[in-house]
């Protein structure tokens, strides 16, 4: 599906600066390019063209309130400037995937001081030596490269889906708790009517001893 006619279905009759997410992933880019994207997506904070064969980032609109940026699996070598003035309060990237070579092609990120976090797993760029301390030293404002800090510890997952799983785990277990709570107290129900049952039969023993008692007086 053509970028264009992706986003149409995405607006989904709302105005672009209602939208806060947009997913455009998987559709075709036109000559590597973004297109239909407008300035007038102005309140915009995670912006996903993932394997769109993108080839250059030249056609974004300025997007000042842009947080979250997804681009993996596309085909972009560099042009990386245009982030800088386009989406100049970006936090998070993610070019994983790309033909990101050098670690020269990365110098326009220093531009963008709110950089918290960078992907760039399956780029030719992570096979140099020393890769992750020149990407650290040259990137200073960055907090996380390929999910780890400078320390190897890992970024804390803050993906709305695991979170999701984390509340569906919560109430599978609550249930699981109240079934097991409430097999205790069947539990309970059938020995006291066990118990019940055992008194019943006490009582009809003893009945039949006394009747018996009662015969054997009256024959003698």
């Not at 939208?19 to 590597?32: A, I, T």
């Not at 990386?80 to 070019?95: C, G, M, Y």
């Amino acid at each position: 599906m053509e970028m264009e006619k992706r986003l149409t279905l995405e607006l989904r009759n709302k105005k672009p600066s209602e939208v806060k997410e947009l997913v455009l992933d998987n559709c075709r880019s036109e000559d590597g390019k973004v297109v239909g994207l407008s300035s007038d997506f102005e309140n915009l904070e995670f912006l996903s063209m993932i394997n769109i064969n993108l080839l250059s980032v030249s056609n974004l609109p300025k997007l000042n309130k842009l947080r979250k940026l997804e681009l993996s699996d596309n085909r972009i070598s560099g042009g990386l400037e245009v982030l800088a003035e386009k989406t100049p309060n970006l936090t998070h990237l993610n070019l994983s995937g790309n033909k990101i070579k050098d670690i020269n092609t990365l110098e326009p990120l220093k531009k963008l001081p709110n950089l918290h976090s960078l992907d760039l797993f399956n780029c030719e760029v992570t096979m140099l030596i020393n890769y992750r301390e020149s990407v650290f030293a040259l990137l200073p404002q960055l907090t996380y490269l390929d999910g780890f800090d400078a320390d190897e510890q890992e970024a804390p997952d803050s993906d709305p889906e695991a979170d999701g799983d984390a509340l569906e785990d919560d109430y599978e277990n609550g249930e699981e708790g109240e079934e097991e709570e409430d097999d205790e107290e069947e539990d309970d129900l059938d020995e006291e009517v066990i118990d019940d049952e055992e008194d019943e039969d006490d009582d009809l023993e003893g009945e039949e001893e006394e009747d018996g008692v009662d015969d054997e007086e009256e024959e003698e």
